[in-house]
T-cell receptor, first 114, second 116 residues
Framework: KNQVEQSPQSLIILEGKNCTLQ??????????LRWYKQDTGRGPVSLTI?????NTKSNGRYTATLDADTKQSSLHITASQLSDSASYIC?????????????FGGGTRVLVKP | KAGVTQTPRYLIKTRGQQVTLSCSPI?????VSWYQQTPGQGLQFLFE???????NKGNFPGRFSGRQFSNSRSEMNVSTLELGDSALYLC???????????????FGPGTRLLVL
């Protein structure tokens, strides 16, 4: 069964500090891995999307890494800002005969305090 | 370019009723997917439509159905509502490219449904 596990479930950090979120998956055959940011009451917004051959991808202060061998990904937030307070969702896409299927992680809720 | 829009934003229904939610994708996007998000289950995939055809379906009962129109706008319908159907229903659109390469999904703000 395809699964995506994220850790920690929640995180509190001080403004200006860095943090790293983890995503482990057991999805196959692997197509790509995405990180989304979801503010409270809003739809998710794509941060990065990585295929099998990509080890790292950045989007501003967000840097995602992918280790396809160990089936792990991380999202690093640098110099956190209050606006980074949100849920971060890891999504893994599996290839299927009828099209790719997405498996969603439970998300990590990040709270940045001043 | 306008983003994905969903209507209504909020909805209150009672058990046994049916509901129809609407989604207008980004102009030029032909793929529309629907998701259910609850605090307990997180985001779960409902179905995906492309060119008026359902291309993918999640593990939801037949009470959940959808369709896509020729202008790519999509609707989803839930019949015989149950308390557990209370959730945020998200629609996402994406380009579709003939190479099969996946494109980024852009989500709408969602419709929050409360079933009493």
């Amino acid at each position: 069964k395809n699964q995506v596990e994220q850790s920690p479930q929640s995180l509190i950090i001080l403004e200006g500090k860095n943090c790293t979120l983890q995503c482990n998956y057991t999805v196959s055959p692997f197509s790509n891995l995405r990180w989304y940011k979801q503010d409270t009451g809003r739809g998710p917004v794509s941060l990065t999307i990585m295929t099998f051959s990509e080890n790292t991808k950045s989007n501003g202060r967000y840097t995602a890494t992918l280790d396809a061998d160990t089936k792990q990904s991380s999202l690093h937030i640098t110099a956190s800002q209050l606006s980074d307070s949100a849920s971060y969702i890891c999504v893994v896409s599996a290839r299927g005969a009828a099209g790719n299927k997405l498996t969603f992680g439970g998300g990590t809720r990040v709270l940045v305090k001043p | 370019k306008a983003g994905v829009t969903q209507t209504p934003r909020y909805l209150i229904k009672t058990r046994g009723q049916q509901v129809t939610l609407s989604c207008s994708p980004i102009s030029g996007h032909r793929s529309v997917s629907w998701y259910q998000q609850t605090p307990g289950q997180g985001l779960q995939f409902l179905f995906e439509y492309f060119s008026e055809t359902q291309r993918n379906k999640g593990n939801f009962p037949g009470r959940f159905s959808g369709r896509q129109f020729s202008n790519s706008r999509s609707e989803m319908n839930v019949s015989t509502l149950e308390l557990g159907d209370s959730a945020l229903y998200l629609c996402a659109s994406s380009l579709w490219v003939s190479s099969g390469r996946e494109e980024t999904q852009y989500f709408g703000p969602g419709t929050r449904l409360l079933v009493l």
